[in-house]
């Protein structure tokens, strides 16, 4: 998992967090349980040994909109409804609704 949705867990797991950033993996990180293998990799390889500050959503909006671009971004590279139902803890229906609904014209991360 990269890109929206390890943001998204990253803010989740860890909001309003100083984080340390381990030089090795070690099979007790929560880093990596709450990020994946590849988002782990990516950050270690630019943070490794230092602690970074994860900021917390602003708004439960915000929150989901980044959500709901991850699930589409993650639907659209062939995920199916029922594996993100489980990866984001969301019903199949929610998803469907999700996934089928044009995104929001207020865009995350925009200035």
Do not use: C, H, W
């Not at 890109?3 to 099979?27: D, K, N, W």
């Not at 929560?30 to 490794?48: C, D, M, N, S």
């Amino acid at each position: 998992m990269t890109g929206a949705a390890a943001i998204f867990r990253l803010m989740q797991a860890f909001g309003g967090l100083s984080i340390y950033v381990p030089e090795t993996r070690g099979p007790d990180s929560r880093l990596l349980a709450v990020v994946g293998e590849k988002a782990f990799t990516i950050i270690t390889y630019y943070f490794q040994g230092d602690r970074i500050y994860i900021p917390k959503f602003p708004t439960e909006k915000a929150m989901k909109a980044v959500r709901d671009q991850a699930i589409r971004s993650d639907r659209a590279d062939g995920a199916t409804v029922l594996s993100l139902a489980a990866k984001y803890g969301l019903s199949d229906r929610t998803i469907r609704k999700i996934t089928n609904s044009p995104p929001s014209k207020q865009t995350v991360g925009a200035a």
